[in-house]
């Protein structure tokens, strides 16, 4: 996780969000933000981390390739 986040921050990211366990991503700064959601999805489990500027609000959708099924 440390490298990841490190380097998001390299490509000049202003943060990032990830779909996970609370317990495990809140020890690397993940946290549910008010107002940022990813629908039909428990707010907990729905975690940004912020490294500049403020959190966006809205609805989050991932790529469909994301939603591919065997």
């Not at 990032?16 to 990813?38: A, K, S, T």
């Not at 729905?46 to 994301?66: E, K, N, R, S």
Request: glycine content about 10%.
């Amino acid at each position: 996780m440390h490298e990841a986040i490190a380097a998001f921050k390299q490509l000049g990211s202003d943060g990032c969000v990830l779909l996970g366990d609370p317990n495990y991503y809140h020890r690397f700064g993940f946290n549910p933000v008010e107002g940022l959601m990813l629908p039909d999805v428990p707010k907990r489990y729905f975690q940004a981390f912020l490294f500049q500027g403020t959190y966006p609000q809205g609805t989050v959708a991932y790529h469909d390739a994301f939603s591919a099924q065997a």
